[in-house]
């Protein structure tokens, strides 16, 4: 080897070892000062929120935009002959079609829930007080028979109401102030969220006309930066984050849809209250995986038990068949195998990322995991290759080993282990 290459070689080696070193002492600092790091990332999402939004609204609608365009382009191969002003007009016409679709939705959704919501918060609010006493008194006719448990069910709920009663006195009203200028806070809060909303929109058309662009310039780059081997890894994985992510987030959205709207027609031929409301609080919840139905429903239930609490049993009977459909029929139906990750891994992505990261965490939890859990898989399975082990599951099941000579797969033919080769062999030679 000339000086001239071992130079490079010593170049490239202190390179790595420097890089190596300042990523440690980064990881090492974001792990001390992680509330810092929170903050400072906190603040950069807060900046670039309106471009979130975009780019989520953009990504939701681009199977529309993408339909519509193509199709507007086939249509007009027939009659105009230049490929650019085909071009042009599919994207006027892609993005106006999924505009209008999307502010039908939104004006739709609104037009038709946000009156009859009001309604029943109106409705829940002012017969409260009615709907307490009749709980109180039928709860007091199902203890008729067991005075002792009758006595002790009102002392509860006497202490309930006087524990109501001042906390009013003296947490609410004394903190009336401070309420109303959070009510305030609230309302530039909420001109704040229709700003980034609008400028969301804009990001949007914007995100939805140059996504191949922008698709074609991180290939160019990802090929520029990384070997080539590298480069169609990465590109590879990015395929596969946006299949994961796809179809789980739109599945879901829909498979949500379906819950809701399938709540509401139960809710109505059972004649239970509330039933817009509580058709709302299903399909929503019902977005996070695994929790969703049981958060769901305990709001939903305590406002059917208010009403009549014997319809609150079957209100759960109902929730309980319609969440069975949907875990078994519907949801698989429509999502399919667009995670692979078995239960325990749900539970534990959600749990994780919703601690993380809150509601969004809760949502996106589990196309995240499963992206990283299929990276691992990778990464395990190209290790084994280089070593020339199996890369089946299967065969590390039960009491086996690997023989370090000749690389197999070993299981004692008793019950009792035998010991590696290997393992022997070395111990040998620390004898001698």
């Known amino acids: 080897m000339d000086k001239k290459q071992r130079f490079k070689n010593y170049i490239y080696w202190g390179v790595t070892a420097f890089c190596v070193i300042a990523a440690s002492i980064a990881f090492g600092y974001a792990l001390l000062q992680f509330e810092r790091v929170k903050a400072g990332a906190l603040f950069l999402v807060t900046i670039l929120t309106p471009v979130i939004y975009g780019a989520v609204l953009a990504y939701l609608l681009a199977p529309i935009y993408n339909r519509s365009r193509n199709w507007t382009e086939r249509w007009m191969e027939s009659w105009v002959s230049s490929e650019k002003r085909r071009r042009g007009a599919g994207k006027c016409v892609g993005t106006l079609v999924s505009l209008v679709l999307l502010f039908t939705v939104v004006a739709g959704l609104i037009s038709m829930l946000i009156p009859e919501l009001i309604k029943s918060v109106q409705n829940v609010i002012e017969a409260f007080p009615d709907n307490i006493n009749n709980f109180a008194l039928w709860l007091e006719n199902m203890l008729n028979d067991n005075p002792d448990a009758r006595e002790l069910a009102v002392s509860y709920m006497d202490q309930g109401i006087e524990w109501a009663k001042n906390w009013a006195r003296e947490i609410l009203v004394p903190n009336m102030n401070k309420i109303i200028s959070g009510l305030s806070s609230g309302m530039f809060s909420v001109i704040n969220w229709v700003k980034n909303i609008l400028i969301g929109l804009i990001v949007t058309v914007y995100l939805l006309n140059i996504k191949e662009g922008l698709a074609t310039i991180a290939k160019k780059c990802i090929y520029g930066i990384f070997p080539v081997g590298m480069a169609n890894r990465v590109i590879r994985e990015a395929r596969f984050i946006h299949e994961v992510f796809g179809g789980f987030i739109i599945g879901k959205l829909l498979d949500s849809l379906i819950i809701g709207i399938i709540c509401f027609i139960g809710m109505s031929a059972m004649k239970m209250p509330y039933v ?11 977005i996070i995986p695994f929790f969703g139905p049981f958060i769901g429903a305990i709001p ?3 406002l059917v038990l208010l009403v009549n609490p014997i319809q609150s049993l079957y209100f759960l009977g109902f929730i309980l068949l319609l969440q069975q459909f949907d875990g078994n029929i519907l949801g698989p139906k429509i999502l399919g195998e667009s995670t692979g990750v078995s239960s325990f891994w749900v539970l534990f992505s959600i749990l994780f990322f919703g601690g993380l990261f809150g509601f969004v965490g809760m949502i996106i939890g589990v196309p995240t995991f499963a992206v990283i859990y299929r990276m691992l898989s990778d990464a395990v399975k190209a290790s084994l290759r280089k070593k020339h082990l199996p890369v089946e599951t299967s065969e590390y099941e039960g009491n086996c080993y690997v023989d370090e000579t000749s690389l197999e797969i070993r299981r004692p033919e008793s019950g009792v ?16």
Do not use: D, F, H, M
């Open 417 to 432: 282990e035998e010991e590696p080769a290997g393992q022997e062999q070395s111990e040998n030679k620390q004898e001698e």
């Open 276 to 286: 817009l409301l509580i058709s709302v609080i299903i399909g929503v919840t019902n």
């Open 300 to 302: 939903a239930t305590v």
